[in-house]
Every structure is written in structure tokens, then in C-alpha cells.
């Protein structure tokens, strides 16, 4: 707008130069001359104008632009903090489940153990038990009246 109010002070001062030396000059020659440059100036100044104005246009639209792209990449910097903001809660939520899935494989290892420890002494068990099968025939009468220990 600053450019609007130097052209404003200059066609101000311009105008009141041109009307005063056509109040002072006398003769009518020298008027229509002077009026007809006078004429000739404003018309230069009107298109000078003209193209200020245009010149502002152009700004102002160039301004609304750039506020809109302003706007934009607000957007997108608010919408980046949130993913970020959420990006920190997931490192958290990964940690935990890094820990609860190592405490959850040595939890499963020593269940492994203890099912393979399970299944020799079920081997075993079962190996004894075949061994002994065919004595208990033979004395089978002895040792049914007799209470059997139990297994552990």
C-alpha cells in the first residue's frame, strides 16, 4: 500500500504544477499546447497508474499464495509432530514387548526342559517296567496282595 500513497503524492504535486502554469502562462497557443500536454501526461500517468495497480494485483494474489502454502505446511508439520509423538509411544510399546517375548522364550525353554526331562524319566519308567513285567508273572500271586509303591 505504500506504493499506492507515493503514486497518490505524485500525480497530487504533478496536477498542481500543470493548473498552475496554465494559470499563469497567457496566450491561447501556448494553452492548448499546455493542455494537451497536460493531457498527454495524464494519460501516461493514468496507464502508469494502471499498471501499479496491476503491479499490486499480482502482489497480493503472490501473497495470498504464499499464505495458503503457509497454511499448508503448517498442516503438515502438525500432522509430522503427531506421527512423531506417536512414533516415541511405539519405541515404548516395543521395548516392553522385547522384554515380554525374551521372558516368554526363557519361560518356553524351561518348559522344554522340564517335557524332555518328563519324557526320559517316562522312558525310563516305561523300560523298568517292561524289565520287571515278566518276574512279576512268576510271582504275581506274592505281589498282588502286597501294596506297590508309587511313582514319582
Known amino acids: 500500500m505504500t506504493l499506492m500513497y507515493v503514486l497518490c503524492l505524485f500525480f497530487s504535486r504533478h496536477r498542481s504544477r500543470e493548473v498552475h502554469q496554465n494559470m499563469i ?3 491561447s497557443d501556448r494553452k492548448l ?5 497536460a493531457e498527454q501526461q495524464a494519460k501516461d500517468m493514468k496507464r502508469l497508474l494502471a499498471k501499479a495497480e496491476q503491479q499490486i494485483r499480482k502482489l497480493q494474489e503472490k501473497v495470498a499464495d504464499q499464505k ?3 497454511r499448508e505446511l503448517q498442516a503438515q508439520a502438525k500432522h509430522e509432530d ?5 512414533r516415541e509411544e511405539l519405541k515404548v510399546e516395543i521395548a516392553d514387548l522385547k522384554g515380554e517375548i525374551k521372558e516368554l522364550t526363557r519361560a518356553n525353554r524351561e518348559h522344554v526342559e522340564k517335557v524332555d526331562a518328563l519324557r526320559v524319566e517316562n522312558a525310563k519308567l516305561k523300560a523298568g517296567a517292561k524289565v520287571h513285567s515278566p518276574s512279576n508273572r512268576a510271582t504275581g500271586a506274592d505281589l498282588r496282595g502286597s501294596p506297590q509303591p508309587l511313582l514319582s
Request: hydrophobic fraction near 25%.
Open 33 to 37: 499546447t499546455e493542455t494537451s500536454e
Open 25 to 27: 502562462r497567457t496566450g
Open 68 to 70: 495458503q502454502q503457509i
Open 82 to 86: 503427531g506421527l512423531a509423538a506417536e
